[in-house]
């Protein structure tokens, strides 16, 4: 090679090692250059130029910390980097909207940020450090953050107990409960109760073929003024538990035949003189007296009647049972006689109470129900239904069972279904890989999974055997929460002392009482420790707080204490023995510990302490603004006209010290009254007496 | 040219692996649905105001003790308001409470009314609430009142940042 050759070969080859020299030395720099522009670095950089825009620059940066942030909790599992970014998220100083985010400071909650972290409560990636893997899902990673509006779902995984504070997870979990998912699926903390749907051993006696025909084509009684039922949704939970199956023609003639025939045995025959019926027929106030005798047992307690006022149809009454406007139209005479005399006695589990109905009254109801509640087109569109053929008969048999009818109704030899359905009781944990979408076009999160199952089970698989239920908007929502909430049980035992339990209490009832208790259904609308019904006073403490006299009184003759109510405690035509074996037992064993009944009865009444209580309720404290004495007087609370024969004055002197105590959650605030005036106050209630204030008067100073 | 060319492809290069892909935000979501719950305007029940949690609970407290004589229709029926003289001002009254302190409204809940002067129909809540209740019910106080609540001039606790 010669020597100039040779220079040309080595001035390309400089030139070569000068470019490579430079392309390594920018490809080690791609490196740090990446390093230095990471997306959670600028916003760290991003905070220190915010915060030294600002007054308080010392101490916004006083943690400042410029490598990653991160809140690590071993026994839950959870490493959350969220704080790398949003480093404002508790400085009070940052609360305000005009803040920018990721600085902002989070808006007060329960729990503390820098225990808990954020992705207990968003969901999300805690572990990761860049925007969308944090806060989407990516391929490789799979929770994205929970929507804001389904907060209260991650509330419900460690408190399995309702809390005051999450009214949409409670709402949820309540719907849960009253729509009986729990026949078809396994949830987390929600027991499958005793009762389902009614049980249809003997349904035959009770309805006719072509109502159950109707009925289930089209499971809806209410019916607007142009004559469309109404499927607004749960909204006034004016729908109908039972859901919309799609049955096709065949398979409503085979399940209604089906149904027609179950006769397990038959009603009791009433067994009235033909004389004194004819008797009762000719009168003609019968209907309206019947009326009357309706309204006066308080039926619409529990049941209620549709009523149209200026073209709006609205529903009025409560939802314990069944709504009732068409009911004469539905059911058949002699089964309506026979489950208003003793409704156990065709439905063991119903929360109807045995009325204590004479024979006339009865009669007077029923023909009310069968003329009045009444809709002569109930019926129309329902084809001629002969008598059940054998194959029709057996072809419903199979269909009961095909569609899971059997997981929320009884049929007397028929296996009831458990678990008809998937298990859901960790669905809200579940990642989106393992949710099967199908063809459905929905987006790829869980809760749009969720609420199109929820919405159409259909669209997601066209072969679900899921019924259809119609929720409201805001239904939707709380149902969707509480299915986010059950994420199975607790992934470490460490986790296991985070959960705060549900109580699931009982109240058993025996003897005299217990058969009373049973026979009037106490427990559906009362709570006794714990146990029953929110529609009516709790009586765990009904001992300590009424006298005896007075339970008797108003057991045979209920009278409303607050002129608000609508919703009222019916008239059971209670006999005496009935009315003092409650009283006896309300005394015996519904007593509060903190009530001390010896030393407050003991106390002396004189006319001066008294005076210094009438004194004291209507100036120093001005109770009448929610207390009634009198005609005058506000109705927060209840009517005292009558709070000498009513309370006990030793409840009255606890209650005083401190209502809430003996009544958690009451609306009375507690005052800091002095021992004196509790007396006196006592003193002054106590000659309160509804036969008249004079002889109260006089009454009050022995 | 070689070399020019493979200093223009090391350049891009460079630049694709640097530039991390950063997206443009998306639009604010709607309010409402990212709200922990919401409230009927009073005087419009077309419009709904979103409220946090802190108001939330307020809203929840208001229901359980206040809305019976601080409102003009109640869950359970007619209000008490009109039993109770003189007439306690409604909630949402933004002309009447929009000028009172957080202070004064947090005494008037926890004293009563006759330790702030006023009627003494108005109860003491002091030991039946805690002091974090009082705060939640003023936040809720504020968040519906009408005309709506301008916090004064005078900061409590934020910094505003320096223009």
């Not at chain 1, 809200?428 to 999974?449: H, M």
């Not at chain 1, 009516?536 to 009424?546: F, I, M």
């Not at chain 1, 519904?590 to 209507?618: C, F, I, M, W």
């Amino acid at each position: 090679m010669a020597p100039e050759e040779m220079g040309k070969v080595t001035q390309r080859l400089r030139l070569w090692f000068a470019i490579s020299s430079v392309l390594f030395v920018v490809v080690l720099a791609i490196s740090p250059v990446k390093d230095l522009r990471h997306e959670w670095k600028q916003y760290k950089r991003a905070y220190v130029r915010y915060a030294e825009s600002r007054p308080d620059t010392k101490r916004l940066l006083a943690d400042y910390n410029p490598d990653i942030d991160q809140v690590w909790i071993p026994e839950m599992n959870v490493v959350d980097r969220c704080t790398t970014c949003h480093q404002g998220i508790s400085k009070n100083s940052l609360a305000d909207a005009s803040v920018p985010q990721p600085f902002r400071a989070h808006p007060p909650i329960p729990h503390s940020i820098v225990n808990w972290g954020c992705v207990i409560c968003h969901r999300g990636q805690g572990p990761a450090t860049e925007v969308a893997e944090a806060h989407t899902t990516t391929l490789a990673w799979e929770q994205p953050m929970l929507p804001a509006r389904f907060i209260q779902g991650p509330c419900g995984s460690c408190h399995l107990a309702d809390r005051p504070e999450t009214p949409k997870l409670n709402r949820g979990r309540a719907l849960i409960d009253r729509l009986h998912c729990t026949g078809c699926h396994r949830l987390q903390n929600i027991d499958r109760p005793a009762m389902l749907g009614p049980d249809l051993s003997n349904v035959g006696t009770k309805v006719s073929r072509a109502w159950i025909y109707k009925w289930l084509k089209e499971p809806r009684t209410i019916v607007d003024a142009d004559g469309n039922t109404v499927t607004n949704g749960y909204l006034t939970e004016e729908e109908p538990r039972m859901p919309f199956f799609k049955l096709s023609e065949d398979d409503l003639r085979a399940l209604s035949g089906y149904l027609s025939t179950l006769r397990s045995h038959p009603m009791e025959s009433s067994s009235i003189n033909a004389a004194v019926l004819a008797k009762w027929a000719k009168n003609p106030e019968t209907v309206s007296q019947g009326e009357t005798r309706f309204r006066q047992m308080f039926c619409s307690t529990c049941h209620s009647l549709a009523v149209t006022r200026a073209g709006e149809t609205k529903l009025i009454g409560g939802n314990i049972g069944p709504e009732l406007t068409k009911v004469g139209s539905k059911v058949n005479p002699e089964w309506l006689v026979g489950w208003l005399r003793n409704p156990a006695g065709y439905l063991p589990h119903t929360r109807m109470p045995r009325y204590g109905w004479t024979d006339e009254d009865l009669y007077k109801v029923t023909r009310y129900i069968r003329e009045q509640m009444v809709d002569p087109d109930l019926l129309k569109g329902v084809p001629a239904l002969e008598q059940a053929s054998p194959a029709e008969i057996k072809r419903g048999r199979e269909l009961f069972l095909e569609k899971g009818c059997s997981s929320c109704h009884v049929i007397e030899g028929v296996p009831p279904q458990k678990d008809f359905g998937p298990d859901l009781s960790a669905l809200g944990a579940k990642n989106v890989s393992q949710l099967d979408f199908g063809q459905s076009k929905i987006p790829r999160t869980l809760v749009s999974y969720i609420q199109a199952k929820l919405t159409d089970p259909s669209s997601v698989n066209p072969s679900a055997r899921m019924p259809k239920f119609n929720f409201a908007a805001g239904d939707l929502d709380a149902i969707t929460t509480a299915l986010l909430s059950m994420t199975g049980p607790p992934a470490t035992s460490a986790l296991q002392h985070q959960v705060v339990p549900r109580d699931t209490p009982t109240f058993t009832a025996a003897g005299a009482f217990g058969e009373v208790y049973t026979r009037y259904r106490c427990y559906v609308c009362h709570k006794f420790n714990g146990y029953g019904g929110d529609l009516a006073p709790d009586l765990s403490y009904e001992g300590s707080r009424a006298q005896r006299a007075w339970l008797i009184s108003f057991l045979k003759k209920p009278q409303t204490l607050r002129p608000t109510l609508v919703l009222r405690m019916p008239e059971f035509n209670m006999s005496d023995k009935e009315a003092a074996t409650v009283a006896d037992y309300l005394k015996m064993v519904l007593q509060h510990p903190a009530v001390n009944p010896d030393e407050a009865n003991a106390r002396a009444s004189t006319p001066q302490l008294a005076a210094l209580g009438k004194q004291l309720y209507e100036v120093k404290y001005q109770c009448q603004s929610c207390h009634t004495i009198g005609s005058g007087g506000g109705y927060v609370g209840p009517n005292l006209n009558n709070a000498g024969n009513w309370l006990t004055p030793a409840w009255m002197e606890a209650w005083l010290k401190n209502p809430q105590a003996l009544v958690p959650g009451t609306i009375e605030p507690r005052r800091a009254f002095t021992p004196q005036e509790i007396q006196a106050l006592t003193a002054y209630l106590m000659t309160l007496r509804h036969s008249g204030p004079a002889a109260a008067a006089g009454r009050g100073a022995q | 040219m070689n070399a020019r060319l493979a200093l223009v492809m090391a350049c891009l290069f460079a630049l694709t692996a640097t530039s991390a892909c950063r997206k443009k935000s998306a639009a604010p979501p709607d309010p409402l649905r990212r709200a922990y719950d919401v409230e009927t305007d009073w005087n419009d029940p077309q419009k709904m105001i979103p409220l946090n949690y802190q108001e939330a609970q307020g809203k929840r407290l208001f229901y359980a003790d206040c809305v019976w004589c601080h409102a003009d229709s109640t869950p359970a029926g007619p209000s008490n308001r009109s039993n109770v003289t003189p007439a306690p001002p409604l909630m949402n009254d933004g002309a009447t409470l929009n000028g009172e302190s957080d202070e004064y409204l947090r005494n008037i809940i926890m004293l009563g009314g006759s330790a702030m002067g006023k009627s003494a129909m108005m109860p003491p809540y002091g030991q039946t609430i805690g002091e974090k209740e009082a705060n939640q019910l003023i936040a809720y106080i504020r968040a519906i009142a009408q005309p709506p609540y301008q916090p004064s001039a005078k900061p409590q606790s934020g910094y505003p940042a320096k223009q």
